[in-house]
């Protein structure tokens, strides 16, 4: 069986001053906090390939912040930046509003906070899982065609969607408190396979120094 890693890689911060919960919306591109954000991951993957790795492959969301995210990691490995609309951030029913307590007591938003377990707000995590690992999938097959056994890939998506995808990884439920995920500004999840089987999962936040100054604004 091939080994092969996949680095879920979370865009950097986000320009934002409206503080809005912008979900699928464009043009929403990275502040310069988020640019040297991205940059301190690409010097992550750098550093990984100097130690031996072979990297071999970077996919992107289609939405902005994960593309200017990609940039520098594809300048530092010279590789192209592969497009892949099923790492896109979760359709949210608040896209567009800043989600407060303030806002959420609106009646008319009643209707769509009844199941969080789904979420009744935006979409099923379940399908979030499963495009993700479909494209994961595609990422792994393709490093290993590339690069040979033990190759990895950089995927380059948003914090709700890696996030469940973890959970599903590591056979934990679905439903959770989104103030409580693990999955910082520019942070990296990385999923290794033996075959078709995830046998590690690991965290890390190349970023972690430049967090406290930033707005993170809660994911879909």
Known sequence: MSRATIHMLRHGEVHNPDRLLYGRLPEFHLSGLGEQMAERAAKEFKKRTEAGAVISYLVSSPLTRA???AVPTARALGLDVVTDE??????????GLAVTGAE????KHWKHLVNPVK???????TEQVDRVMQAVAEARDKAVAAGGAGAEAVMVSHQLPIWVTRRAAEKRRLWHDPRRRKCSLASITSLTFEGDEIVDVQYSEPAADLLSGAANVPGA
Do not use: K
């Open 119 to 125: 979420p009744s707000w935006g979409e099923p995590y």
């Open 104 to 107: 959420l007591c609106h009646a």
């Open 67 to 69: 593309q200017e995210t």
């Open 86 to 95: 099923r790492i896109i951030e979760a359709t949210n029913r608040f896209e």
